[in-house]
């Protein structure tokens, strides 16, 4: 049965028109027709503020918007997916990312077992462990403490643990040092065991699979960077190998003791995965209880996301309105500016969250969409982006909708480096939305051939979230929040967020050609005349 497309429902109709309604309509008319504007489109979610009044939106716009909310079904899909049903229908499974921050007491079901208690039994084994090795309890083979922790994994078993370290960073135990090799260019492991000592390093290999080509071949040269560094003695691996995986078969194959191995379950998706097992890395550097934290703010929001009404339902909101974007204004990409360095990595790990899962052309009945879908996602830290990317955010022909992340304090008393921070963020939001007409800056004095080069159109869109600083807690409603954002946009264009298939076929399309370099054996019937001069340029080196 080939599903109904949400385009011809009333509810999507009534968005387009409204959508040509305020096309017209400036951001300096909305503030101007309501003193209580930024009150009314400011919201508040756990320690977040959520200032959404510099959108281009009216009280009809989401009034709309949650009528098509309705409509997609998007408080049944929900229901859905905390229940454990097999929502992810293209590989049969079920999607509970939201149980691996549950609380001992609650209940969350797959195939009609409750998997909190197995859930917490990987957590309790992630905190002794943690605690060993900050301790100096665990000891490499020669007895010596772990200094630095080396992950190696890619794509949802990088982009989390990496994000969050760096998020952390003051919370990091100040003796030991995570690095991250993902790439399967040599460069990136090289580059990364320079400077190490093997004899106090421990490499975690994360991969869900372990199947990975990028991240067995890491970890096959780490063994073997290790064990030449120790002596040559391969039963040095078990003291300096734990992995993170579904797959204790691979994992056992590898040589690593299945006993240093931290579980996970193909109910979790890569890109949801950093809060369990993928997350040992970032437990080591910060500790158990700030772990915890972290995932007691992820579970604020799960909660509100869960039960709050759509109209009050901050993840909801801010997912609806980058529908109404991508859809109805014909936005097509989202920028995420951090006005926080330690959230230089958040654009990148969000960039998977949004662009894997709902970088999608079908429906869920495998149906083609006649709409558009996810939006490209990006951002840099600001300042830094002011004096990069911003111009085309200003005054370029692409209207970019920004999310603004900023704190009221830092974690560093550096006076008035935070104030001149938080400054600029808050004077390009107010700039993007207001812009400067043609009469206010002749007024200033400008020249009038370098009037319309200073003129600012405007009516560029952002989110302000403000939240007090960037503790564990607040980090896990973040993360919380872009998640079921991504759910909710997802649901609306009625597309399966958790599968990848593109993923998949990168990782099958390159061992082909992998085997014709690495054994030298050109295969031309395989390919088209460009690859098959590339692949003979490369074996002609
Ligand atoms: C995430 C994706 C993908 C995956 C990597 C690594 O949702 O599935 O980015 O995380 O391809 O896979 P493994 O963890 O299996 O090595």
């Not at 909660?303 to 991508?326: A, Q, S």
């Not at 004096?387 to 085309?392: D, E, N, Y």
């Not at 992340?405 to 808050?426: C, K, R, T, V």
Request: hydrophobic letters at 45%; a negative charge.
């Amino acid at each position: 049965m080939t599903l109904h497309s949400i385009t011809d429902t009333p509810q999507w109709r009534a968005l387009v028109t409204h959508a040509e309604d305020l096309k017209g309509v400036h951001l300096r008319e909305l503030f101007a027709a309501d003193p209580d504007r930024a009150e009314r489109f400011t919201l508040r979610l756990g320690s977040l503020t959520i200032d959404l009044s510099k959108q281009r939106i009216t009280a009809e716009t989401v009034r709309l918007l949650i009528e098509l909310a309705e409509a997609a079904g998007l408080r049944a899909r929900t229901e859905a997916m905390f229940c454990g049903e097999r929502i992810n229908s293209t590989e049969d499974r079920a999607v509970l990312h939201t149980a691996l921050r549950a609380n001992s007491t609650d209940r969350f079901i797959v195939a009609g077992e409750d998997v909190v208690p197995e859930v917490h039994a990987v957590l309790d084994k992630m905190a002794d462990f943690s605690g060993k090795v900050r301790s100096g309890v665990w000891t490499g083979s020669t007895g010596q403490r772990v200094r630095t922790v080396v992950n190696i994994g890619i794509g949802g078993s990088d982009l989390g643990p990496l994000m969050a370290y760096r998020a952390l960073t003051p919370f990091v135990h100040p003796e030991l040092e995570v690095r991250f090799v993902s790439n399967v260019d040599p460069a990136h492991l090289v580059d990364a065991t320079a400077d190490l000592e093997p004899a106090e390093t421990l490499f975690i290999v994360a991969s869900k699979t372990f199947t990975t080509a990028e991240t067995l071949n890491n970890a096959r040269n780490a063994r073997r960077w290790l064990v030449e560094g120790l002596g040559g003695d391969p039963a040095a691996v078990a003291k300096h190998f734990v992995a993170l995986s579904t797959n204790a078969a691979e994992v056992a194959a590898f040589g690593i003791d299945t006993a240093n191995m931290f579980e996970f379950w193909d109910w979790v998706g890569g890109r949801y995965s950093f809060d369990a097992a993928i997350g040992l890395s970032l437990m080591i550097a910060v500790g158990a209880d700030n772990f915890g934290q972290m995932l007691d703010g992820f579970r604020t929001v799960d909660r509100h996301f869960l039960t709050t009404d759509l109209e009050k339902n901050v993840p909801v909101l801010v997912g609806l309105i980058g529908v109404w974007y991508r859809n109805f204004l014909d936005l097509p990409t989202h920028a995420v500016l951090p006005y926080c360095q330690h959230l230089d990595r958040f654009p990148a790990y969000l960039q998977q969250l949004d662009m894997e899962s709902n970088g999608k052309s079908v429906r869920l009945d495998g149906s083609p969409v006649d709409y558009d879908t996810g939006p490209i996602v990006w951002g840099e830290p600001g300042t830094n982006g002011q004096h990069a990317f911003f111009q085309l955010i200003h005054q370029g022909t692409t209207v970019i909708p920004s999310d603004f992340i900023g704190f009221l304090h830092s974690a560093y008393d550096l006076p008035p480096q935070h104030e001149l921070l938080m400054a600029n963020m808050f004077a390009q939001a107010e700039a993007l939305a207001f812009g400067k007409t043609a009469e206010e800056v002749r007024a200033a004095g400008v020249a009038e051939e370098l009037v319309a080069h200073r003129t600012f159109a405007g009516n560029r869109p952002s989110t302000v979230i403000l939240a007090d600083a960037l503790t564990p807690s607040v980090l896990g409603q973040l993360v919380a929040l872009y998640e079921h954002r991504v759910f909710t946009q997802g649901t609306i264009w009625g597309v399966n967020s958790f599968d990848q298939w593109g993923v998949e076929l990168g990782k099958a399309l390159a061992s082909q050609i992998a085997e014709e370099l690495t054994t030298a054996t050109p295969n031309p019937g395989r390919h088209d005349s460009s690859t098959n001069a590339l692949i003979q340029r490369f074996l002609d080196r």
